[in-house]
T-cell receptor
Framework: GQQVMQIPQYQHVQEGEDFTTYCNSSTTLSNIQWYKQRPGGHPVFLIQLVKSGEVKKQKRLTFQFGEAKKNSSLHITATQTTDVGTYFCAVLTGGGNKLTFGTGTQLKVEL | NAGVTQTPKFQVLKTGQSMTLQCAQDMNHNSMYWYRQDPGMGLRLIYYSASEGTTDKGEVPNGYNVSRLNKREFSLRLESAAPSQTSVYFC?????????????FGPGTRLTVL
């Protein structure tokens, strides 16, 4: 089945530093979604990308879909303590019926 | 709207015991899902129901059964719990024909099997 590798697994940053997580696939993806899970919480949808080279922004968050549609990234500018959590990429499979999740990147932000 | 609700929030079982995790959504979504989340493993799909009346296996279905009771409710049953089933279980729902096909998750059930 469709597999996506996510790196890094963990990232510690000082507040105000930037953060990037990457999602890679060996096959071409039709789409990619990003979710955030706060500690002790449940995943919450952030965004979906479907077009080659697509870039979307949400305040300090920038999401990119690679030109070949085999990779994606999430970049956070000037991290804040509210950014703490685990960020997952996910791909729609099974004819759009189900999601396959990456293993996630856990972000910790220190003051 | 409550979104996706799950009961119970916490459960401790002994090996061999059975239990049913309940999930309900009030967003009129067609599709519902059960995931388990283990440290460092991300979310793995156990079973899903693309529409009322259908269920399909996901990545890790062994040891579980599901019932799509109606459009709102999707339950997960452990017939004979094992320590390997200690995990956090999330239910989710989505409408694949609307919006970005995003999934909405419940708060989770934290299950420990001794």
């Amino acid at each position: 089945g469709q597999q996506v590798m996510q790196i890094p697994q963990y990232q510690h940053v000082q507040e105000g530093e930037d953060f990037t997580t990457y999602c890679n696939s060996s096959t071409t993806l039709s789409n990619i979604q990003w979710y955030k899970q706060r500690p002790g919480g449940h995943p919450v949808f952030l965004i979906q990308l479907v077009k080659s080279g697509e870039v979307k922004k949400q305040k300090r968050l920038t999401f990119q879909f690679g030109e070949a549609k085999k990779n994606s990234s999430l970049h956070i500018t000037a991290t804040q303590t509210t950014d703490v959590g685990t960020y997952f990429c996910a791909v729609l499979t099974g004819g759009g019926n189900k999601l396959t999740f990456g293993t996630g990147t856990q972000l910790k932000v220190e003051l | 709207n409550a979104g996706v609700t799950q009961t119970p929030k916490f459960q401790v079982l002994k090996t061999g015991q059975s239990m049913t995790l309940q999930c309900a959504q009030d967003m009129n979504h067609n599709s519902m899902y059960w995931y388990r989340q283990d440290p460092g493993m991300g979310l793995r799909l156990i079973y899903y129901s693309a529409s009322e009346g259908t269920t399909d296996k996901g990545e890790v279905p062994n040891g579980y059964n599901v019932s799509r009771l109606n459009k709102r409710e999707f339950s997960l049953r452990l017939e004979s719990a094992a320590p390997s089933q200690t995990s956090v279980y999330f239910c989710a729902s989505s409408d694949r024909w609307a919006g970005d096909h995003e999934q909405f998750f419940g708060p989770g059930t934290r299950l420990t099997v001794l």
